[in-house]
């Protein structure tokens, strides 16, 4: 089945849109990408997503946006079907994240969230069957919504019993992968091999990825940049050791798994905070994003060393993040400094076994959750976000070829002459 996913982020930067082939052999699923683009948010528009992120607007902006960001998403959709130089009719289903607004999290329990990028919108400008709004059932079921990239991980990540020393009934013995998304937030889904069927992978947000740092660029050029490109901003500071163990002691960090987060903690509002605390320590902007840098780094690796599940033989980054080169280094030695050891830091392109690549990953999930969707499958991983049980997720909203899609015969239905 050919697939379509679509994911805008944390970050909103852009709609990642990936074209996958997705099937079943042995019991196992199996993916491989057929092509990928990115289509950049316009200006205007990634104002306006910010501005509903700061609850700086009304409910009639919200529903206007709702349907203005859904002819987005189904661009994007068009777009990575022109590039596998292939037509809409050649694609089965769409999975799309849409852009998440509010995730509203209260002593460690989502309540709510909500994304938005009408899928009606997306399945009439492309005729073909979309699946959208995945995280509700897991919410309504008592879990944290996300991380929904690890059934990606759990499906088609798990290492094999040669890494680490695994033993057999025992993964503790020291075969975790830890797989890190970097996208706004951090993510991480730590596995065991794929040889132990009786142990559970522990999935959760780290943190802030790129959200806070994106945001020192923009303060710092006056809106010339609304990232960190090559890190060139932050090398030209020095971070301050003293804030990131600080800021480490904010209550998200010391809270245990589950857990998720989002731009309603990791804020703008909690960046001025910040900021106004470096200023007060005399750092100059420069130095603050390279302390927003090294705060992401300690995070992740603090991360690991309070709540990884065994030790780590590896980790494989993921996102946006993952193309900041002072970061990579920075998480490298800030594992060395919190688990007393030199752990392996491979990006997703390294596995050969990965289907597609780390900037595509999360559109990839999407694509992946559709498919699980249609075939009646459970989406969300329980044992990593919290949920009383598995759950199908998603929304089917019907395209052209719905009838088609799942061997409805439509010929003699018709509301001609109601």
């Not at 005729?127 to 499906?155: E, K, M, N, Y």
Request: charged share 20%.
């Amino acid at each position: 089945m050919r697939v379509i996913g679509l994911m805008s982020g944390t970050s909103a930067d852009g709609i990642d849109a990936v074209l996958a082939e997705i099937g079943e052999s042995a019991g196992r699923v199996q993916m491989r990408q057929i092509a990928a683009t990115a289509l950049p948010w316009a200006a205007d528009e990634r104002a306006e997503i910010f501005r509903l992120f700061a609850t700086q607007t009304d409910a009639r902006a919200l529903c206007r946006a709702n349907f203005q960001l859904g002819q987005r998403f189904a661009q994007a959709a068009l777009a990575v079907i022109d590039a596998a130089g292939l037509t809409p009719a050649d694609v089965d289903l769409i999975g799309s994240h849409g852009q998440t607004i509010w995730h509203e999290v209260a002593d460690g329990q989502v309540h709510s969230t909500l994304q938005i990028g009408e899928a009606a919108v997306i399945a009439e400008e492309t005729g073909i069957t979309t699946v959208a709004d995945f995280r509700v059932a897991d919410v309504a079921a008592g879990g944290q919504g996300a991380p929904l990239v690890s059934i990606f991980d759990w499906l088609l990540m798990r290492p094999d019993s040669g890494l680490g020393g695994w033993r057999a009934g025992d993964w503790r013995a020291g075969c975790c992968r830890a797989l890190q998304n970097i996208g706004g937030i951090g993510n991480v889904t730590f596995l065991p091999p794929r040889e132990d069927s009786a142990a559970a992978p522990l999935a959760f947000d780290t943190g802030p990825g790129n959200a806070l740092i994106d945001w020192a660029a923009v303060q710092m050029t006056g809106g010339a940049q609304t990232f960190d490109k090559d890190s060139r901003l932050a090398r030209q500071g020095t971070p301050s050791a003293e804030l990131v163990h600080r800021w480490l002691q904010h209550p998200y960090f010391l809270r245990q798994p589950p857990k998720t987060t989002g731009r309603e903690l990791f804020s703008a509002g909690l960046g001025e905070q910040w900021q106004g605390e470096a200023e007060a320590a005399g750092l100059s902007p420069a130095d603050f994003i390279a302390t927003l840098t090294e705060l992401t780094a300690a995070s992740i690796a603090d991360a690991y060393a309070r709540f990884a599940p065994a030790p780590i033989a590896q980790v494989v980054l993921a996102g946006g993040g993952a193309r900041n080169p002072l970061l990579v280094e920075r998480i490298s030695y800030q594992l060395r400094q919190k688990l007393g050891r030199d752990v392996p830091v491979l990006f997703h392109a390294d596995l050969p076994d990965a289907p597609g690549d780390g900037d595509s990953k999360e559109a990839l999930t999407f694509a992946l959750l559709a498919w699980l969707t249609v075939h009646g499958w459970p989406g969300n991983v329980p044992a990593c976000t919290g949920a009383a049980g598995e759950r199908v997720l998603g929304k089917i909203t019907p395209g052209r070829n719905f009838g088609q899609l799942f061997g409805i015969d439509r010929g003699r239905r018709t509301t001609d002459g109601v």
